[in-house]
C-alpha cells in the first residue's frame, strides 16, 4: 500500500516537471530546429537504452548518453557556425561519417560501462571475500581465547560456563 | 530413622604412602628380649629415645597394647620401655602433660609421649615412654586367688605410696583407671619396700579392669564405654586390690563377671572379697570404707588421709539396695533386684516386651518392690518409648528406656551398646574401627536417652549441662548428611582424643590440624595419592578441632560443582597454614596447584588463566598456600573477566550476523558491485563526454580553429 502511494506520488512529480521540460525542450526544438534534429536523430542509441535499462536511476543510459550527446557535440557546433540552418543540419545528418562518429560515441559509452561494471564488481567481490576471511579469522580468535561458549550455541549458567560442565571431581 | 552415613570404606591409593620418618626394616615378629638379648628393630622416637620393636616386654603389656624396649640417650633414662597404642583403643594423649607432672617414685615415670613411625605396622601410632623402674608384677592374674600379705606390709608398701601417688593424681585431675594388683610392681626390690603403680594412658580408663575392680554400676558396662570415671572409683579398685593382696583364699573363685556383680549386689563387695577372711584392727574400718558399693558411703581421699593419720572416722550406714519382697518372672528365671532384671531386659528386648506391656513389671515395682519413685520413673518411660511409635525397634527403645527406670545409676543399654553416658566416644570410636554395627550408634543418640538417664539420677551428675549438650549437638551433627556432619563428626565431639580416622591418612595418627598438614605433605610425595584432600572424616576432625579452620568453607566443600570443593579445601589448608603460623608445605602446595584445574576452567579468558596457572606454579615451589589462594580469591578479577567474555559475546555475535550479510551477498556473486560500477562508469562516461565537449568547443571557436 505504502509503495504504491510513493509510486504514484513520484509519477504525480515527474508529471508536472517532465510538462515543464517537455514545454521547454518544444520551445527550444523550434528555436534550434537544425540542432534538434542532430539530437534526435544522433541520440537514438541513448533513447533505445533508457528504454531498454533497468538498473536503479538507469546509470547505463546516462553513460551511454553522456557519450553520446559528446559525439553529438562536435557536429551541433558546426551546424551553429555555419549559420544553424535546417538544411546544414540535414546534410550533415544525411553524410554517412556523422552518423558513423555519433553512434561510435555511443558504443564508447556502452564499453565504459561494461568495463567499469565488471571491474568494479570483481574489486567488490574480492573485497568482500577478503572480509568473509578476516571475520572468520576473528571468529577463530575469539573461541580460542574465550572458548566454545563465546559462540552463544550451547546452554550456559547464569555466569557463562556451559551447564554441563558442573560435575563433581572423582573421590579419590 | 535416618540412615548412617558414614564412611567407612577402604582407599587403596593412599595405601603406598610411606610411611613417615624412621628407620630400618620391619622386624619379624617380636620376640620376647630376656636380659642379654640382642636389641632389634630400632625405631627413632624424639631424637633421643630409640624403641626397639624386635624386643617385646609382654610382663607390661597392656592387653592387645604392646610393650617394647626402649632405650634413652643424653639426658634421657636409659632403661625405659615403650607402649605402642592400638587405634581402636583411644589412647589418653591429652592427659599426657598433667601425668608428665607427675613426680611420684610409686608411679611409673613418663619420659615422652607422641607419635612414632611404627615400621613393623608401616603406619603411625601413638606411642608413651616410660622409665623401667617397675620390676615384676605382684600377681600375674590378679582376679583369682589372693597374696595373703600382712596388714602392716601393705600399710607401709602399699597404702601409703598408692596414697600419695591418688593424691598427686586428684591434683593433676587425673583418674587412673587401672588400679589393680597386675598393674601394680614390685620396683625391682626383693623385700617390696615400696609398690610401683603401672601407666594408665594407653588404654581408655578401666577398659583393662576386670570386673571384679570395678562399681556394680560400671561393672554392668562394656568395658570399652565406663566413660573417665571418678576417683571415688579409683579407691574402690584399690580397696579390692588390697583385698586380694592380704586375704588368703578367694571366694569368688569359679565366678562369672554376671555372678561376681550378682554377689556384689547381695552381699557387698566387701563380703564378696574377703569373704572368711577376717581383719582386725584399723585395717578393717579401712576396707569397709573402700569397699563401700554406695559411692555416696565410699571413703573419699581425704577420709583415707584422716585414717592415715590415725585417727578414727564413724562408721557410716551402708545404704542396701532395693530388693524386691517377690520375685518377678522373666524367661523362665526369677528376679527380685531391679538391677540384674535391668539387664536382662536389655539383653532381651522382645521377650521382655509382653512383661512390660501386660503391666506385670508395673505391679512388681509397685507392690513388690514398693518403689513409687521407681514405679513413676517406669511409667515416665513407658510414655517416652511410645512416642517413637510401636514400629520398627520400639522393643529396643522400650527395653533401653525400661532398663534405666528400672537402674538409675547402671548403663545406658541400647542393642550392642552397652555405656555409660560420656563413655559413648571410645565405645563408638572403636565399633568404626572395629567396622561394626554403626546404625544402632545413630538409633542411639537420635533416640535421645540421655535426657531420661540425667531425669532418672538420684544423685548430681557433674557437669549435666556439657553432657547433655554434647548429645545435643551430636543429634544435629547426624541430621547434618553432608560433609562436617553424620556420625563422623559424632565420633570426634564425643571422644576428643581420637586421631583422624580418615583412611586417606589411614598410615598417619593425626590429633591435630598442623598433624593433618604435615601428614599431607609426606602424602604429597606419593605418587598414588588422591584428587581431593579431605573426605567426610577429615572434614568432621578439623570442624571439631578448631571450626574457625573450616566451617566458614563447609558449605562449599558440600557444594556439587568440583570447582567450589577444590578452592574449599584449598582455602582450609591455607588458612591452617596461616592460623597456625606453619612452615611451608612445597608438596600439598604442588598437589593442590594440580587439582586447581576445574578452578582455572572458572574464567574465561584463555589468557588469563595461563597467566593464573603460572603465578600458581611459581608460588607452589614456596609452599606458601595462603599466597596460592589469593590468586582465586579477589572478586574484582572474576567480575572482569566476566565482562569481558560478554563483551567477546557479543562481538561474536555482531561477526555472525555480519557473516550472514556477506554470505548473502556473495550467493549472487555476478550482481555485486553492478550498482556501483554503472555508477562508476556514469562519472568516468560523465568526464570523457565532459572533455570531449570541452575540446570541440575550444575547438569550434578557439583561435585557429580546425572545422570538424
Same mark, same amino acid.
Given at each position: 500500500?505504502?509503495?504504491?502511494?510513493?509510486?504514484?506520488?513520484?509519477?504525480?512529480?515527474?508529471?508536472?516537471?517532465?510538462?515543464?521540460?517537455?514545454?521547454?525542450?518544444?520551445?527550444?526544438?523550434?528555436?534550434?530546429?537544425?540542432?534538434?534534429?542532430?539530437?534526435?536523430?544522433?541520440?537514438?542509441?541513448?533513447?533505445?537504452?533508457?528504454?531498454?535499462?533497468?538498473?536503479?536511476?538507469?546509470?547505463?543510459?546516462?553513460?551511454?548518453?553522456?557519450?553520446?550527446?559528446?559525439?553529438?557535440?562536435?557536429?551541433?557546433?558546426?551546424?551553429?557556425?555555419?549559420?544553424?540552418?535546417?538544411?546544414?543540419?540535414?546534410?550533415?545528418?544525411?553524410?554517412?561519417?556523422?552518423?558513423?562518429?555519433?553512434?561510435?560515441?555511443?558504443?564508447?559509452?556502452?564499453?565504459?560501462?561494461?568495463?567499469?561494471?565488471?571491474?568494479?564488481?570483481?574489486?567488490?567481490?574480492?573485497?568482500?571475500?577478503?572480509?568473509?576471511?578476516?571475520?572468520?579469522?576473528?571468529?577463530?580468535?575469539?573461541?580460542?581465547?574465550?572458548?566454545?561458549?563465546?559462540?552463544?550455541?550451547?546452554?550456559?549458567?547464569?555466569?557463562?560456563?556451559?551447564?554441563?560442565?558442573?560435575?563433581?571431581?572423582?573421590?579419590? | 530413622?535416618?540412615?548412617?552415613?558414614?564412611?567407612?570404606?577402604?582407599?587403596?591409593?593412599?595405601?603406598?604412602?610411606?610411611?613417615?620418618?624412621?628407620?630400618?626394616?620391619?622386624?619379624?615378629?617380636?620376640?620376647?628380649? &630376656?636380659?642379654?638379648?640382642?636389641?632389634?628393630?630400632?625405631?627413632?622416637?624424639?631424637?633421643?629415645?630409640?624403641?626397639?620393636?624386635?624386643?617385646?616386654?609382654?610382663?607390661? $603389656?597392656?592387653?592387645?597394647?604392646?610393650?617394647?624396649?626402649?632405650?634413652?640417650?643424653?639426658?634421657?633414662?636409659?632403661?625405659?620401655?615403650?607402649?605402642?597404642?592400638?587405634?581402636?583403643?583411644?589412647?589418653?594423649?591429652?592427659?599426657?602433660?598433667?601425668?608428665?607432672?607427675?613426680?611420684?617414685?610409686?608411679?611409673?615415670?613418663?619420659?615422652?609421649? &607422641?607419635?612414632?613411625?611404627?615400621?613393623?605396622?608401616?603406619?603411625?601410632?601413638?606411642?608413651?615412654?616410660?622409665?623401667?623402674?617397675?620390676?615384676?608384677?605382684?600377681?600375674?592374674?590378679?582376679?583369682?586367688?589372693?597374696? &595373703?600379705?600382712?596388714?602392716?606390709?601393705?600399710?607401709?608398701?602399699?597404702?601409703?605410696? %598408692?596414697?600419695?601417688?591418688?593424691?598427686?593424681?586428684?591434683?593433676?585431675?587425673?583418674?587412673?583407671?587401672?588400679?589393680?594388683?597386675?598393674?601394680?610392681?614390685?620396683?625391682?626390690?626383693?623385700?617390696?619396700?615400696?609398690?610401683? !603403680?603401672?601407666?594408665?594412658?594407653?588404654?581408655?580408663?578401666?577398659?583393662?579392669?576386670?570386673?571384679?575392680?570395678?562399681?556394680?554400676?560400671?561393672?554392668?558396662?562394656?568395658?570399652?564405654?565406663?566413660?573417665?570415671?571418678?576417683?571415688?572409683?579409683?579407691?574402690?579398685?584399690?580397696?579390692?586390690?588390697?583385698?586380694? %593382696?592380704?586375704?588368703?583364699?578367694?571366694?569368688? @573363685? &569359679?565366678?562369672?563377671?554376671?555372678?561376681?556383680?550378682?554377689?556384689?549386689?547381695?552381699?557387698?563387695?566387701?563380703?564378696?572379697?574377703?569373704?572368711?577372711?577376717?581383719?582386725?584392727?584399723?585395717?578393717?574400718?579401712?576396707?569397709?570404707?573402700?569397699?563401700?558399693? *554406695?559411692?555416696?558411703?565410699?571413703?573419699?581421699?581425704?577420709?583415707?588421709?584422716?585414717?592415715? $593419720? +590415725?585417727?578414727?572416722?564413724?562408721?557410716?550406714?551402708?545404704?542396701?539396695?532395693?530388693?524386691?519382697?517377690?520375685?518377678?518372672?522373666?524367661?523362665?528365671?526369677?528376679?527380685?533386684?531391679?538391677?540384674?532384671?535391668?539387664?536382662?531386659?536389655?539383653?532381651?528386648?522382645?521377650?521382655?516386651?509382653? =512383661?512390660?506391656?501386660?503391666?506385670?513389671? @508395673?505391679?512388681?515395682?509397685?507392690?513388690?518392690?514398693? *518403689?513409687?519413685?521407681?514405679?513413676?520413673?517406669?511409667?515416665?518411660?513407658?510414655?517416652?518409648?511410645?512416642?517413637?511409635?510401636?514400629?520398627?525397634?520400639?522393643? *529396643?527403645?522400650?527395653?533401653?528406656?525400661?532398663?534405666?527406670?528400672?537402674?538409675?545409676?547402671?548403663?545406658?543399654?541400647?542393642?550392642?551398646?552397652?555405656?555409660?553416658?560420656?563413655?559413648?566416644?571410645?565405645?563408638?570410636?572403636?565399633?568404626?574401627?572395629?567396622?561394626?554395627? =554403626?546404625?544402632?550408634?545413630?538409633?542411639?543418640?537420635?533416640?535421645?536417652?540421655?535426657?531420661?538417664?540425667?531425669?532418672?539420677?538420684?544423685?548430681?551428675?557433674?557437669?549435666?549441662?556439657?553432657?547433655?549438650?554434647?548429645?545435643?549437638?551430636?543429634?544435629?551433627? !547426624?541430621?547434618?548428611? +553432608?560433609?562436617?556432619?553424620?556420625?563422623?563428626?559424632?565420633?570426634?565431639?564425643?571422644?576428643?582424643?581420637?586421631?583422624?580416622?580418615?583412611?586417606?591418612?589411614?598410615?598417619?595418627?593425626?590429633?591435630?590440624?598442623?598433624?593433618?598438614?604435615?601428614?599431607?605433605?609426606?602424602?604429597?610425595?606419593?605418587?598414588?595419592?588422591?584428587?581431593?584432600?579431605? $573426605?567426610?572424616?577429615?572434614?568432621?576432625? !578439623?570442624?571439631?578441632? *578448631?571450626?574457625?579452620?573450616?566451617?566458614?568453607?563447609?558449605?562449599?566443600?558440600?557444594?556439587?560443582?568440583?570447582?567450589?570443593?577444590?578452592?574449599?579445601?584449598?582455602?582450609?589448608?591455607?588458612?591452617?597454614?596461616?592460623?597456625?603460623?606453619?612452615?611451608?608445605?612445597?608438596?600439598?602446595?604442588?598437589?593442590?596447584?594440580?587439582? !586447581?584445574?576445574?578452578?582455572?576452567?572458572?574464567?574465561?579468558?584463555?589468557?588469563?588463566?595461563?597467566?593464573?596457572?603460572?603465578?600458581?606454579?611459581?608460588?607452589?615451589?614456596?609452599?606458601?598456600?595462603?599466597?596460592?589462594?589469593?590468586? #582465586?580469591?579477589?572478586?574484582?578479577?572474576?567480575?572482569?573477566?566476566?565482562?569481558? #567474555?560478554?563483551?567477546?559475546?557479543?562481538?561474536?555475535?555482531?561477526?555472525?550476523?555480519?557473516?550472514?550479510?556477506?554470505?548473502?551477498?556473495?550467493?549472487?556473486?555476478?550482481?555485486?558491485?553492478?550498482?556501483?560500477?554503472?555508477?562508476?562508469?556514469?562519472?568516468?562516461?560523465?568526464?570523457?563526454?565532459?572533455?570531449?565537449?570541452?575540446?570541440?568547443?575550444?575547438?569550434?571557436?578557439?583561435? +585557429?580553429?580546425?572545422?570538424?
Amino acid at each position: 500500500m505504502a509503495a504504491s502511494t510513493k509510486k504514484r506520488k513520484k509519477k504525480q512529480s515527474f508529471g508536472w516537471k517532465g510538462q515543464i521540460f517537455l514545454i521547454c525542450l518544444l520551445l527550444a526544438s523550434v528555436m534550434f530546429a537544425s540542432l534538434a534534429v542532430i539530437v534526435v536523430v544522433g541520440m537514438v542509441p541513448t533513447i533505445v537504452a533508457a528504454i531498454v535499462d533497468r538498473s536503479e536511476g538507469r546509470m547505463r543510459a546516462l553513460t551511454i548518453g553522456a557519450m553520446n550527446f559528446a559525439g553529438c557535440a562536435p557536429f551541433m557546433l558546426e551546424i551553429f557556425k555555419k549559420g544553424n540552418s535546417l538544411e546544414t543540419s540535414i546534410a550533415y545528418m544525411l553524410e554517412p561519417r556523422t552518423i558513423v562518429v555519433i553512434y561510435f560515441a555511443a558504443a564508447m559509452g556502452y564499453l565504459i560501462d561494461w568495463a567499469m561494471t565488471g571491474i568494479v564488481s570483481s574489486v567488490l567481490v574480492q573485497k568482500t571475500k577478503n572480509r568473509l576471511r578476516d571475520i572468520q579469522k576473528s571468529q577463530k580468535e575469539l573461541t580460542e581465547r574465550w572458548g566454545v561458549e563465546v559462540t552463544g550455541t550451547i546452554p550456559l549458567d547464569e555466569f557463562g560456563f556451559p551447564v554441563e560442565s558442573h560435575h563433581k571431581p572423582e573421590e579419590a | 530413622m535416618s540412615d548412617v552415613t558414614v564412611q567407612n570404606e577402604p582407599e587403596t591409593q593412599a595405601e603406598s604412602a610411606p610411611i613417615v620418618p624412621a628407620p630400618v626394616a620391619a622386624p619379624p615378629p617380636a620376640p620376647v628380649s &630376656g636380659k642379654g638379648a640382642p636389641l632389634t628393630g630400632e625405631i627413632i622416637f624424639n631424637e633421643n629415645i630409640t624403641v626397639y620393636s624386635g624386643n617385646r616386654l609382654p610382663q607390661y $603389656d597392656k592387653g592387645p597394647v604392646k610393650a617394647y624396649t626402649a632405650r634413652g640417650t643424653d639426658k634421657v633414662s636409659k632403661n625405659l620401655f615403650a607402649m605402642v597404642c592400638e587405634e581402636h583403643l583411644t589412647p589418653r594423649s591429652l592427659k599426657a602433660s598433667n601425668y608428665f607432672g607427675i613426680l611420684n617414685p610409686s608411679l611409673v615415670r613418663l619420659v615422652a609421649s &607422641g607419635v612414632i613411625g611404627w615400621t613393623p605396622a608401616g603406619k603411625e601410632k601413638y606411642c608413651f615412654i616410660f622409665e623401667n623402674t617397675l620390676g615384676n608384677a605382684l600377681m600375674k592374674d590378679d582376679t583369682k586367688g589372693g597374696l &595373703g600379705m600382712k596388714p602392716d606390709l601393705v600399710l607401709n608398701s602399699v597404702i601409703r605410696p %598408692m596414697i600419695n601417688v591418688m593424691m598427686d593424681m586428684r591434683d593433676k585431675d587425673i583418674v587412673h583407671g587401672n588400679i589393680r594388683v597386675a598393674n601394680m610392681f614390685d620396683g625391682g626390690s626383693k623385700n617390696l619396700e615400696r609398690v610401683v !603403680l603401672g601407666e594408665c594412658l594407653s588404654t581408655p580408663v578401666s577398659y583393662l579392669q576386670p570386673v571384679l575392680y570395678e562399681t556394680i554400676d560400671r561393672a554392668l558396662c562394656s568395658s570399652i564405654g565406663r566413660g573417665p570415671g571418678t576417683q571415688q572409683d579409683d579407691l574402690y579398685a584399690l580397696g579390692v586390690s588390697l583385698a586380694v %593382696m592380704m586375704r588368703h583364699s578367694d571366694p569368688a @573363685e &569359679g565366678w562369672s563377671d554376671e555372678e561376681i556383680i550378682q554377689h556384689k549386689m547381695d552381699e557387698g563387695t566387701y563380703s564378696v572379697m574377703l569373704g572368711r577372711d577376717r581383719l582386725t584392727g584399723a585395717i578393717l574400718e579401712l576396707m569397709r570404707g573402700l569397699l563401700y558399693d *554406695d559411692e555416696n558411703q565410699r571413703w573419699t581421699l581425704d577420709e583415707v588421709l584422716i585414717w592415715l $593419720d +590415725g585417727r578414727r572416722l564413724s562408721p557410716k550406714q551402708a545404704a542396701r539396695r532395693s530388693k524386691a519382697s517377690r520375685p518377678v518372672n522373666f524367661m523362665g528365671e526369677k528376679y527380685i533386684r531391679p538391677e540384674i532384671l535391668a539387664r536382662e531386659i536389655a539383653k532381651n528386648p522382645a521377650e521382655a516386651r509382653p =512383661l512390660i506391656e501386660d503391666g506385670e513389671l @508395673e505391679r512388681w515395682l509397685s507392690r513388690a518392690l514398693e *518403689d513409687k519413685v521407681a514405679t513413676a520413673r517406669f511409667e515416665k518411660a513407658l510414655k517416652q518409648a511410645d512416642e517413637g511409635g510401636k514400629g520398627g525397634d520400639y522393643p *529396643d527403645r522400650l527395653a533401653t528406656r525400661t532398663a534405666i527406670a528400672l537402674h538409675p545409676e547402671g548403663p545406658m543399654r541400647y542393642k550392642n551398646i552397652n555405656v555409660m553416658p560420656e563413655g559413648i566416644g571410645p565405645a563408638l570410636t572403636e565399633a568404626f574401627i572395629m567396622k561394626r554395627d =554403626l546404625q544402632s550408634y545413630n538409633d542411639f543418640f537420635m533416640n535421645y536417652f540421655i535426657t531420661q538417664w540425667v531425669d532418672s539420677q538420684t544423685g548430681t551428675v557433674p557437669d549435666v549441662s556439657n553432657l547433655v549438650g554434647r548429645y545435643d549437638g551430636a543429634r544435629a551433627h !547426624l541430621r547434618q548428611k +553432608g560433609m562436617g556432619g553424620g556420625l563422623e563428626k559424632c565420633i570426634y565431639a564425643m571422644n576428643p582424643e581420637v586421631h583422624c580416622l580418615s583412611e586417606k591418612i589411614a598410615k598417619y595418627h593425626v590429633r591435630t590440624p598442623e598433624d593433618l598438614m604435615h601428614a599431607l605433605e609426606k602424602l604429597s610425595q606419593n605418587s598414588g595419592r588422591p584428587t581431593m584432600f579431605f $573426605d567426610r572424616h577429615i572434614v568432621a576432625f !578439623l570442624s571439631v578441632k *578448631d571450626r574457625k579452620n573450616i566451617d566458614p568453607y563447609i558449605h562449599d566443600m558440600n557444594a556439587p560443582e568440583g570447582y567450589r570443593r577444590i578452592l574449599a579445601e584449598a582455602k582450609t589448608l591455607a588458612t591452617i597454614q596461616k592460623r597456625s603460623q606453619m612452615e611451608k608445605f612445597p608438596g600439598i602446595a604442588k598437589w593442590m596447584v594440580e587439582s !586447581l584445574a576445574p578452578v582455572y576452567e572458572r574464567f574465561h579468558d584463555r589468557e588469563l588463566r595461563e597467566s593464573i596457572k603460572k603465578n600458581a606454579d611459581k608460588l607452589a615451589e614456596t609452599g606458601d598456600l595462603p599466597k596460592i589462594v589469593l590468586l #582465586f580469591d579477589d572478586p574484582a578479577v572474576y567480575q572482569s573477566d566476566n565482562l569481558e #567474555f560478554r563483551r567477546a559475546m557479543r562481538r561474536y555475535h555482531d561477526l555472525e550476523q555480519e557473516t550472514i550479510e556477506i554470505e548473502g551477498e556473495l550467493r549472487d556473486e555476478s550482481s555485486l558491485g553492478q550498482e556501483t560500477g554503472r555508477q562508476a562508469a556514469a562519472l568516468v562516461s560523465g568526464i570523457l563526454a565532459g572533455i570531449i565537449i570541452m575540446t570541440a568547443i575550444f575547438s569550434a571557436f578557439g583561435k +585557429g580553429a580546425v572545422p570538424f
